[in-house]
């Protein structure tokens, strides 16, 4: 029988830098390497567990015998248990047998640095490697910076890979392949310029929708290989598309594979369950207190970013991990040591993995879902914020979505809530969603929001969306939306692909598409999107027509665009809007055009400013507004 053999990778100095959280490659040394040692090849296992007894290494190769491989302890205290066992290859099974010095308790454990493993239900890991793959994204990686900069366009499409199409006649997922094949030219000619998938890392249960992981280095394998999507990515960024991955450092499920209670203690949750279990989730909770599982997390964020090319994190549920009162009533909370209801801790670990991540890598971004009034989540750290790229703007869809319910008839009396987002609207770097959490649990789809009959409602849709493009920040809206979704969102069956045989959904799809290329084709949309140099105030207080407009700036005043909103059926004919200066504005996109299904009033003729003051600025235009409906103008000044 082949023993293990003692061999470590580990270095006095990443003993240091892991006991003391500072390791952030912790994927080169933990988990299933394979390698050669004294001439033989095998694979090489290191797992840490502290509070094991001992630790044995069971899978297809020795018919999981917990007695045949047995791994040795490091003598470092560091709980770090490890060996090299000859013959074994890639595609082995395997998990960690564990029997705790806490009442000899036994477990069985997936390896929590795996990079790949078994299709759910099963749940062993397989010893892989990511060398056999060669990328053809060099040219993306070379100008990722110049594309995926705060000036550049954000136009994100969110996708869960599992619903956006299936193999009807197989009744299946789409593979990563299929979706290479697939999913990157439909985004790509539809103009998106990033795509975020819902989390990919493994999960054991498919209605969690990814976000109860239990492989944080494994995509999942419901769809393939980890080269298989690597090419997925890899196909996007050569069609120039970002690619941000949903990524949850905020908590874990209790499965009996998983990271919970993982060498017989809490070694990854926090054993105060105050801190360490989640009761909205049913799931635990990080300890973010503890040196190693920061360097974990990190280690984990830095693996999507190097290995798999990735543009960006979005990370999931950030509110819950920076309060300790989060979904929590009187008594089941303690404050922290300064009497707040802050997580130093977490708000630490964030300000550490946002540093770590910017200062390794050119041209990606963080993104924040975070819901409170929480100061500085954009804010660099070394001006004491959290330090990530963007954070959702939950607030303006909060307020949008509900305004957009109401009956035009009554949207005059609720102007406030359509123009007060712009009164926070540069406090951080906002991206607007409109995700998939707003189309689930009888919230109904977008388009099922609108009010009217079948016109206003698509007309609603478009009005909603190109407020949204033309409102200060980024954008992204969920998979399905692009062409008026009808039904809510099912995760386990495919979108409503079949709308399209139909007029109304054909044309907010070409419409949609030709917002995406007028948002990217104007800087003024997108160079200043985060700064109050980027956006004036026309007027925002005509309640009784409840009609707002602004100027949107780039760079280049040649290049800024007057934008005005309609949002009621009433069209306006010679409606005065005030102006800065002299110039002209010619009409350049308009969600009421007929080619949309809107009813085509339209203001052909560039408009010349007249020197007549009006609502406190000197100049002012007479347009023609149609009705439920964003017009926008560039705004060509004289010379």
């Excluded at 998990?95 to 705790?100: E, F, G, N, R």
């Excluded at 809206?477 to 692009?482: D, L, N």
């Excluded at 009006?614 to 926008?632: D, E, F, H, M, R």
């Amino acid at each position: 029988m082949t023993k293990v053999k003692p061999f470590s990778l580990f270095t006095d100095f990443d003993i240091n830098l892991f006991k003391s959280g500072k390791h952030y490659n912790l994927f080169e040394k933990f988990g299933s390497h394979i390698c050669t040692v004294d001439g033989e090849t095998g694979v090489y296992f290191a797992v840490w567990a502290p509070s094991a007894k001992s630790v044995a290494v069971i899978g297809d190769f020795n018919y999981w015998n917990g007695s045949e491989h047995e791994l040795f302890v490091r003598w470092d205290s560091s709980g770090i248990w490890e060996g090299f066992i000859p013959k074994l290859g890639k595609g082995s099974l395997y998990k960690y047998a564990i029997i705790s010095h806490n009442n000899d308790i036994k477990t069985e454990k997936a390896d929590p640095y795996a990079i790949r493993a078994e299709q759910p239900p099963k749940t062993a890991s397989i010893v892989w490697e990511h060398t056999d793959y060669t990328w053809n994204d060099k040219d993306w990686m070379s100008y990722r910076s110049q594309k995926n900069g705060l000036d550049k366009p954000y136009a994100v499409y969110e996708v869960h890979l599992g619903s956006w199409k299936r193999n009807l006649e197989a009744g299946r997922f789409l593979s990563y392949t299929e979706l290479a094949n697939s999913l990157v030219p439909y985004l790509k000619d539809m103009n998106y310029t990033h795509v975020e998938f819902m989390p990919i890392m493994e999960y054991p249960y498919d209605p969690s929708w990814g976000y109860q992981i239990t492989g944080y280095f494994a995509p999942t394998s419901r769809y393939g290989t980890p080269q298989d999507f690597m090419a997925l990515i890899d196909a996007f960024h050569q069609a120039d598309i970002g690619v941000i991955l949903d990524w949850v450092p905020s908590h874990f499920p209790s499965d009996a594979h998983g990271l919970g209670f993982f060498d017989g203690s809490n070694l990854y949750e926090h054993p105060d369950p105050k801190k360490g279990y989640h009761p909205d989730w049913e799931s635990l909770i990080f300890n973010y207190e503890r040196a190693e599982v920061r360097s974990f997390l990190i280690s984990n964020a830095i693996y999507w970013l190097k290995y798999y090319h990735v543009d960006g994190l979005r990370v999931d549920a950030v509110a819950s991990m920076i309060y300790l009162d989060y979904s929590r009533q009187d008594g089941e909370w303690e404050p922290n040591e300064f009497g707040g209801n802050e997580n130093l801790a977490a708000i630490s670990f964030l300000k550490e993995c946002n540093e770590a991540i910017y200062n390794t890598f050119e041209g990606v971004q963080t993104i924040a879902e975070e819901s409170t009034a929480f100061t500085g989540v954009t804010n660099k750290v070394e001006y004491g914020g959290l330090g990530f790229g963007m954070k959702w703007m939950m607030g303006w869809m909060h307020d949008t979505l509900n305004y957009f319910k109401k009956d035009p008839i009554y949207r005059s009396y609720h102007q406030n809530d359509i123009t007060f987002s712009l009164a926070y609207a540069f406090s951080e770097h906002f991206m607007l969603p409109i995700s998939h959490d707003e189309v689930v649990y009888g919230k109904n789809s977008v388009l099922g929001r609108m009010p009217g009959d079948e016109w206003q409602r698509f007309a609603n849709l478009r009005l909603l969306f190109a407020y949204m493009y033309t409102h200060p920040g980024s954008n992204l809206m969920f998979m399905g939306t692009e062409f008026g979704q009808y039904n809510e969102w099912n995760f386990q069956s495919s979108l409503d692909w079949n709308l399209l045989d139909f007029i109304p959904h054909q044309q907010t799809q070409l419409f949609i598409k030709s917002l995406n290329i007028f948002y990217k084709n104007n800087p003024a949309l997108y160079e200043k999107a985060f700064s109050q140099d980027g956006f004036e105030w026309i007027s925002y207080d005509d309640h009784k027509n409840a009609v707002m407009s602004y100027i949107r700036k780039g760079h280049d005043t040649q290049n800024d665009v007057v934008v005005v909103c309609n949002f009621t059926p009433a069209m306006h004919q010679n409606y005065s809007i005030s102006l800065p200066r002299t110039g002209s504005l010619i009409e350049t996109f308009n969600s009421d055009h007929s080619d949309f299904g809107g009813s085509g009033v339209n203001n052909p003729k560039a408009i010349k400013a007249k020197k007549k003051s009006w609502n406190g600025k000197p100049y002012s235009a007479s347009i023609t507004i149609p009705p439920l409906a964003v017009t926008v103008f560039t705004y060509i000044s004289k010379k």
